[in-house]
């Protein structure tokens, strides 16, 4: 066991914890994805940010190069 740990870079009680928590759901661990997003939607929302932010850096630098192209 604590070899495992050691090669997944976690302690013993989180193993177990694991171990613990895939027996109780049927040999699958549940989790909530990458970010731990309490739900799709909270997922959604965050990707849909990240997206609009970019596209607005993006639009920002598209107006500065009309900008110099102008003078």
Same mark, same amino acid.
């Given at each position: 066991?604590?070899?495992?740990?050691?090669?997944?870079?976690?302690?013993? *009680?989180?193993?177990?914890?694991?171990?613990?928590? +895939?027996? !109780?759901? !049927?040999? *699958?661990?549940?989790?909530?994805?990458?970010g731990?997003? +309490?739900?799709? /939607?909270?997922? !959604? %929302?965050v990707? @849909?940010? #990240? /997206? @609009? #932010?970019?596209?607005?850096? +993006? @639009? /920002?630098?598209?107006?500065? +190069? %009309?900008? %110099? @192209? /102008?003078?």
């Open positions: 066991m604590r070899k495992c740990a050691d090669n997944l870079g976690s302690s013993q *009680s989180a193993l177990k914890t694991w171990m613990k928590s +895939a027996k !109780e759901h !049927e040999e *699958s661990v549940p989790t909530r994805g990458s731990n997003y +309490a739900s799709d /939607e909270a997922k !959604e %929302i990707r @849909l940010q #990240r /997206e @609009l #932010r970019d596209t607005k850096d +993006a @639009l /920002e630098v598209l107006k500065k +190069a %009309i900008g %110099i @192209l /102008e003078k």
